[in-house]
């Protein structure tokens, strides 16, 4: 997690912001989940209950879903960043664009939103979830438990920058290129 107080985000740039986004957040929920999955493949592979499997599925969904979303991430929002970065430093106007900018600027702040708000429904289904897997397996299930506890502190910490620096720094770059779509 990042060492840098939540305040200094606001003081960056936007590209400079989206460039420690990836390195203190985006990389390392990456590592994390990729650790999760493992336990929870261990989890899975043990001998239990049928209805154990019930309880796991979450997690699974969980874990696939943080993947995407941080692939989403790094592979629409932030070169969509660095696009907008460059086109606001060369004083693009996006209202005398020839068919009015394909770029649909209004989109990508959607999508920010939306993918926040699907990784938080994940997260409480896990986290109902995991009541049933403490009694299951109470030794083999702590270091999923962990793992799980630092992606949501992790991911916390990241929603709040997101919508505190990254969103409000996103919608000025579109009002200074005049992105109205």
Do not use: W
């Not at 989403?72 to 664009?97: D, F, Q, W």
């Amino acid at each position: 997690m990042s060492k840098v107080h939540f305040s200094d985000y606001r003081q960056k740039d936007l590209k400079n912001l989206v460039e420690d986004l990836g390195k203190n957040y985006y990389s390392l929920l990456s590592t994390l989940c990729d650790s999760a999955l493992v336990y929870h493949e261990t989890l899975n592979a043990e001998d239990a209950h049928a209805s154990a499997k019930l309880y796991l599925n979450p997690g699974a969904e969980f874990l696939k879903h943080l993947q995407d979303f941080v692939n989403m991430r790094t592979g629409v929002v932030v070169p969509y960043i660095y696009e907008l970065h460059a086109k606001e430093n060369e004083g693009h106007n996006c209202s005398s664009c020839e068919g009015q900018c394909s770029f649909k600027h209004a989109a990508k702040l959607i999508a920010i939103r939306e993918s926040q708000e699907q990784i938080k429904e994940k997260l409480l289904k896990v986290k109902q979830a995991s009541v049933h897997l403490d009694n299951l397996f109470p030794e083999t299930y702590t270091d999923l438990r962990e793992a799980i506890t630092r992606i949501e502190s992790m991911l916390s910490e990241l929603f709040y920058i997101e919508e505190s620096s990254l969103v409000p720094k996103i919608q000025e770059a579109q009002t200074n290129i005049n992105a109205h779509n």
